[in-house]
């Protein structure tokens, strides 16, 4: 896969995506500081487990799109009727 971007337009994209990491992680960190441990690691424990669960939904046999089928899909450009995948046709598909 190639960008088509310049030089500068790779380094700000590069820049960009190392800024949320540091704008929303001093903040929260400072709160975790100043809040009793026990309770704040049982819940993102919690939080945790229930991400494994949902994504143990997402395996289940019946389930035809999980979460990553389905970006993978609209990024490809795929179109939705009603909640229905719409097939391209063939003439389309190969433009």
Not at 24 to 50: I, N, Q
Request: hydrophobic residues 45%; contains cysteine; charged residues 20%.
């Amino acid at each position: 896969m190639s960008l088509h971007a310049t030089t500068w337009q790779a380094a700000v994209l590069a820049a960009v995506q190392k800024t949320p990491p540091l704008l929303f992680s001093l903040r929260p960190g400072a709160w975790c500081d100043r809040v009793r441990k026990r309770p704040l690691m049982m819940a993102t424990g919690l939080v945790c487990r229930g991400k494994q669960c949902s994504r143990l939904v997402d395996q289940l046999p019946g389930r035809a799109i999980t979460g990553a089928h389905l970006v993978a899909l609209v990024r490809s450009g795929a179109k939705f009727e009603n909640g229905v995948l719409v097939e391209r046709e063939e003439t389309a598909a190969a433009t």
